[in-house]
């Protein structure tokens, strides 16, 4: 989808083998001005410098405890997972 929007990809990490769970993926995380969190077909808005941390990382963490996938560092904002509407904010 970003190539077809013809926005520039300038890193890819294979989120199979280079994982971050727990404090790993929160170094990451409070990083950004706003996260986004896919879920289901919406998403959340996160401020990592006021919001909880716990709950930021319960949304933006699978199953396996890592960070989910897709990820993508937009702007100074992180998207954490997939949905449409979220999406449907990309620049074009």
Not at 32 to 42: I, N, T
Request: hydrophobic share 40%; proline share 4%.
């Amino acid at each position: 989808m970003l190539q077809r929007l013809n926005m520039p990809i300038k890193e890819v990490v294979d989120a199979r083998k280079n994982t971050l769970a727990g404090e790993e993926a929160w170094d990451l995380l409070k990083t950004a001005k706003q996260v986004l969190v896919a879920r289901g077909k919406s998403f959340q808005l996160f401020d990592p410098q006021t919001d909880s941390k716990e709950e930021l990382l319960a949304r933006a963490l699978g199953r396996t405890g890592n960070l989910r996938a897709p990820t993508l560092r937009i702007n100074g904002e992180i998207w954490v997972g997939y949905s449409e509407s979220l999406y449907a904010r990309l620049p074009v």
